[in-house]
């Protein structure tokens, strides 16, 4: 097993060094743009230099925010040569979201595309940040200097969205990522030189990540899609002969209402690893596309956690179970106290083993809280059956989950208490049919304010998805002794009656 990421471009390149490593398919562009694994160590040595000589160091920080193109992980790896962390911008995020992030992690670099360089330059005045560059300005005049990583270096400062507040910054080391690689590669779904992977998610996220990682181990070839495109997905997967992929939120229901095609079962799919697979469209899918589906559980905090295995596999479709722990994880379901439960009761699923987040980047406080006892603890509910399943309940967090984005409430109401009219907000989940959950918000007005209006203003604070679908303007909200907003009471009833629907552009 490599010990850091820089071992695996390496391993990788002397292995199968004329092999396709990645291919990116940008649909939207009609674009492709294939490279070796040879490829991938040459660009990241060159990045790496050029990097250096930008005054890139050992413990720097360096925000990237770019669409998928091939600069992104390149960037990612070559930081990893240089003993730097990334720190990945969304590019949904605008001012006050991006701006946290930027601020936050003290990235004293920001390498981007010419699309978002004049955003990353707004926000930098009174941050770390010295200098915006676009990858077309990134050359080097000479060789990269020599660092040798250790297992526990940070590769990232990743930020999710948590319990409450603004983004928090995972800070992962290269244990993390190879941790979860050699796993992918040695357990369950054994991925290996033989296998086409793809990933359809912004490389934003870990998701895309952990893919390059997996790949660089096993040598298979991972395909990227510019984003997930529903009509154009299982073409893709046809004509880039790929045998195994992983999806999350929204997309098997959005695949799912695809058109039926001849075409469906006509792939080299083995196998396909999803999150939160709805239960009453497990069966449907594999019968859709004659492959299994198997569910599984991750955070960024902790990598890859639970997941079903083909010995369960038709035991368990359409159950909601998660799967067992992974060959690296401990799980229990605990109580407030963080003492186990009897098996079948629900309780909080804590979570400890090799390969987890060092800590919450400047957040001590979070950290402890989220590490106390010696487990993190996941704010899931969730039970265990008595052969070691788990099985997935609901969440303790104030968080709204909208096509597999994680929304924190807190978030967006400090965004709302911006605009000069607003003197009161809470934002809360409605349950949706197709994205899972919509946003709410209920305000509190100081003078008239149309709802529209209201929703552009987040529009430029906030990334599009974190944005209300429905309003309620109150004259107070509810508020508990210790002055905190009642949020059960305004879960109460029907939360859309009497709400403005941005989507359908009425009141309802």
Same mark, same amino acid.
């Given at each position: 097993?490599?010990?850091?990421?820089?071992?695996?471009?390496?391993?990788?390149?002397?292995?199968?060094?004329?092999?396709?490593?990645?291919?990116?398919?940008?649909?939207?562009? #009609?674009?492709?743009?294939?490279?070796?694994?040879?490829?991938?160590?040459?660009?990241?040595?060159?990045?790496?230099?050029?990097?250096?000589?930008?005054?890139?160091?050992?413990?720097?920080?360096?925000?990237?925010?770019?669409?998928?193109?091939?600069?992104?992980?390149?960037?990612?790896?070559?930081?990893?040569?240089?003993?730097?962390?990334?720190?990945?911008?969304?590019?949904?995020?605008?001012?006050?979201?991006?701006?946290?992030?930027?601020?936050?992690? #003290?990235?004293?670099?920001?390498?981007?595309?010419?699309?978002?360089?004049?955003?990353?330059?707004?926000?930098?005045?009174?941050?770390?940040?010295?200098?915006?560059?676009?990858?077309?300005?990134?050359?080097?005049?000479?060789?990269?200097?020599?660092?040798?990583?250790?297992?526990?270096?940070?590769?990232?400062?990743?930020?999710?969205? #948590?319990?409450?507040?603004?983004?928090?910054?995972?800070?992962?080391?290269?244990?993390?990522?190879?941790?979860?690689?050699?796993?992918?590669?040695?357990?369950?779904?054994?991925?290996?030189?033989?296998?086409?992977?793809?990933?359809?998610?912004?490389?934003?996220?870990?998701?895309?990540?952990?893919?390059?990682?997996?790949?660089?181990?096993?040598?298979?070839?991972?395909?990227?899609?510019?984003?997930?495109?529903?009509?154009?997905?299982?073409?893709?997967?046809?004509?880039?002969?790929?045998?195994?992929?992983?999806?999350?939120?929204?997309?098997?229901?959005?695949?799912?209402?695809?058109?039926?095609?001849?075409?469906?079962?006509?792939?080299?799919?083995?196998?396909?690893?999803?999150?939160?697979?709805?239960?009453?469209?497990?069966?449907?899918?594999?019968?859709?596309?004659?492959?299994?589906?198997?569910?599984?559980?991750?955070?960024?905090?902790?990598? #890859?956690?639970?997941?079903?295995?083909?010995?369960?596999?038709?035991?368990?479709?359409?159950?909601?179970?998660?799967?067992?722990?992974?060959?690296?994880?401990?799980?229990?379901?605990?109580?407030?106290?963080?003492?186990?439960?009897?098996?079948?009761?629900?309780?909080?699923?804590?979570?400890?083993?090799?390969?987890?987040?060092?800590?919450?980047?400047?957040?001590?406080?979070?950290?402890?809280?989220?590490?106390?006892?010696?487990?993190?603890?996941?704010?899931?509910?969730?039970?265990?059956?008595?052969?070691?399943?788990?099985?997935?309940?609901?969440?303790?967090?104030?968080?709204?989950?909208?096509?597999?984005?994680?929304?924190?409430?807190?978030?967006?109401?400090?965004?709302?208490?911006?605009?000069?009219?607003?003197?009161?907000?809470?934002?809360?989940?409605?349950?949706?049919?197709?994205?899972?959950?919509?946003?709410?918000?209920?305000?509190?007005?100081?003078?008239?304010?149309?709802?529209?209006?209201?929703?552009?203003?987040?529009?430029?604070?906030?990334?599009?998805?974190?944005?209300?679908?429905?309003?309620?303007?109150?004259?107070?909200?509810?508020?508990?002794?210790?002055?905190?907003?009642?949020?059960?009471?305004?879960?109460?009833?029907?939360?859309?009656?009497?709400?403005?629907?941005?989507?359908?552009?009425?009141?309802?």
């Amino acid at each position: 097993m490599s010990t850091h990421l820089v071992e695996l471009v390496t391993t990788a390149a002397e292995t199968w060094p004329d092999e396709p490593a990645w291919v990116f398919d940008d649909t939207t562009a #009609g674009a492709r743009e294939t490279l070796t694994f040879a490829e991938v160590d040459r660009r990241t040595r060159q990045l790496a230099a050029a990097l250096a000589e930008r005054g890139v160091t050992a413990g720097d920080r360096v925000a990237v925010m770019l669409p998928n193109r091939p600069e992104f992980p390149l960037l990612w790896l070559a930081l990893a040569r240089l003993g730097a962390a990334m720190v990945p911008v969304n590019t949904g995020y605008r001012e006050l979201d991006g701006g946290h992030v930027i601020a936050h992690s #003290g990235a004293t670099l920001a390498v981007t595309s010419g699309e978002f360089a004049d955003l990353l330059r707004t926000v930098a005045p009174g941050t770390a940040l010295r200098e915006v560059l676009t990858t077309d300005e990134l050359t080097a005049t000479g060789p990269a200097p020599e660092f040798t990583p250790t297992p526990e270096t940070p590769t990232n400062i990743q930020y999710t969205s #948590g319990t409450t507040g603004a983004p928090k910054g995972c800070v992962l080391p290269h244990r993390y990522w190879t941790t979860l690689a050699d796993d992918l590669a040695t357990e369950f779904p054994a991925v290996s030189s033989d296998d086409v992977m793809l990933t359809a998610q912004p490389f934003h996220y870990i998701d895309p990540q952990w893919n390059v990682a997996l790949g660089l181990r096993s040598g298979a070839t991972l395909v990227v899609l510019d984003r997930f495109h529903p009509s154009t997905f299982w073409q893709k997967v046809r004509d880039h002969d790929v045998t195994w992929f992983y999806c999350l939120g929204l997309m098997p229901t959005l695949l799912l209402r695809m058109p039926e095609s001849p075409a469906d079962r006509d792939h080299r799919v083995r196998a396909i690893t999803a999150s939160a697979v709805p239960p009453e469209l497990h069966a449907e899918l594999e019968a859709r596309w004659g492959v299994p589906w198997y569910e599984a559980f991750g955070m960024t905090e902790t990598g #890859g956690d639970i997941r079903m295995y083909p010995r369960d596999h038709d035991e368990l479709v359409g159950t909601g179970c998660i799967g067992r722990p992974a060959a690296h994880r401990e799980v229990i379901v605990a109580d407030s106290d963080g003492t186990p439960v009897p098996r079948g009761a629900e309780g909080e699923l804590l979570i400890r083993g090799t390969g987890l987040m060092h800590r919450y980047h400047d957040d001590p406080e979070a950290t402890a809280t989220a590490f106390r006892g010696g487990w993190f603890h996941t704010g899931d509910l969730a039970r265990m059956d008595e052969a070691g399943r788990v099985f997935f309940v609901g969440r303790t967090k104030d968080m709204i989950r909208r096509s597999g984005e994680n929304i924190a409430a807190d978030e967006v109401e400090r965004a709302l208490l911006l605009h000069p009219a607003v003197t009161g907000a809470a934002v809360v989940a409605v349950a949706d049919e197709l994205r899972g959950e919509e946003v709410k918000a209920y305000v509190v007005l100081a003078e008239d304010v149309d709802p529209e209006a209201l929703a552009e203003f987040c529009e430029a604070k906030l990334a599009r998805f974190k944005v209300p679908r429905f309003w309620s303007v109150v004259d107070e909200l509810p508020m508990t002794p210790s002055e905190r907003v009642a949020k059960g009471k305004l879960r109460e009833g029907d939360q859309r009656a009497g709400a403005y629907d941005r989507k359908a552009g009425t009141w309802l």
